[in-house]
């Protein structure tokens, strides 16, 4: 059996002997397995009848809860490991015997309860690189909390409840487990939605009050509380409400917070870089530790990152066609994950 060859199709394509693989596809492709690496949006798919889906149970739960039928997944395919990546519940890398290790989403650090990304050897690393840029290296996780939970403070002295907005998959749950002190705490209905699956995992998410802006807009109480929901603009309807209404103060969670704009597009008051990525630093040792003959890129800064790789003796290229649309780049506009 001769080694691998990754291609993208849909997906990206990595052929093994006989047998293919297609991992993360956007949509329905032909091969023997395909690989589903978590569940944001972005990477997930409506498999087709018969189609033999890798991905681990978490996955498949919240992919149910997202409205994704993803099937009877199976976690056990011979000549395949799969790997906690850290980025959010359930995700995982995939290896394909000691030829190809892929990292889909990772996370370089532990927090709250989630670890960081397990790594093997492998003669090709395929890696998400969406902060392969060194200006971004997040800050230690704890002085981020330590900071937040201060700003939260001030605004409680005053009165003002706070929004805390970050993606309703994976950031909304830290966010849920770091800031889990104050009350009252009100879940936007989509988070809250997240949370149930997270809780049926054995992830302590604290109880709190769902809201339903269509519902609940004009019935929250006066006085502060944290408010914890999917990103949204601070200039779309319900946020410029709360702003109105009730005083809000409104926070973002992105890594893309390191870049000075981020605050002014998405019309927050205060942003802060939390993210569920690897930082350029988490991403450089990554590599070291899969020590691979051949590296390719794909997300956010893929070129850039290649051509850094490449400074450093390392054989890399981006999967040029294997882009998603949704989570490279910051923007105020950019769909729900
Ligand atoms: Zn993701």
Not at 238 to 250: D, F, P
Not at 310 to 337: C, E, I, N, T, W
Request: charged share 20%.
């Amino acid at each position: 059996m001769g080694g691998a060859s990754v291609t993208s199709n849909g997906g990206i394509q990595v052929d093994l002997g006989a047998t293919r693989y297609v991992l993360d596809p956007h949509s329905h492709v032909r091969a023997d397995y395909t690989f589903v690496s978590h569940a944001h949006i972005d990477h997930m798919h409506s498999p087709s009848k018969g189609e033999k889906v890798i991905a681990s149970v978490a996955t498949r739960e919240l992919a149910r809860a997202r409205g994704y039928d993803l099937g009877a997944t199976t976690e056990e395919v011979e000549g395949v490991e799969l790997l906690d990546s850290g980025h959010i519940l359930g995700s995982r890398a995939i290896r394909i015997a000691d030829e190809v290790y892929y990292t889909g989403d990772a996370s370089g650090r532990n927090r709250a309860f989630l670890g960081r990304c397990k790594t093997r050897r492998a003669r090709i690393l395929v890696m998400e690189t969406t902060y392969g840029s060194p200006e971004y290296v997040f800050p230690p996780t704890a002085k981020l909390v330590k900071d937040v939970n201060s700003l939260i403070a001030s605004a409680y002295d005053r009165g003002n409840p706070v929004v805390l907005m970050g993606y309703p998959l994976g950031k909304a749950q830290l966010l849920s487990y770091f800031f889990s002190s104050w009350e009252p705490m009100i879940y936007h209905e989509k988070v809250a939605a997240m949370n149930e699956v997270h809780v049926d995992h054995g992830v302590p998410l604290k109880a709190g009050k769902a809201f339903d802006p269509a519902k609940d807009v004009d019935r929250l109480p006066r006085g502060p509380w944290v408010m914890i929901t999917p990103m949204a603009s601070g200039r779309s309807r319900l946020m410029a409400h709360l702003k109105k209404e009730y005083g809000a103060i409104l926070v973002a969670f992105s890594g893309w917070a390191l870049g000075g704009g981020y605050k002014y597009t998405m019309g927050a008051d205060y942003s802060f870089p939390l993210s569920d990525h690897c930082d350029y630093e988490e991403l450089i040792s990554l590599v070291q530790a899969v020590s691979p003959e051949m590296v390719y890129t794909v997300h956010g800064f893929a070129a850039e990152f290649a051509r850094d790789l490449k400074r450093m003796g390392f054989s890399a290229r981006p999967l040029a066609a294997y882009q998603s649309s949704l989570s490279d780049y910051p923007s105020a506009q950019r769909p729900v994950k």
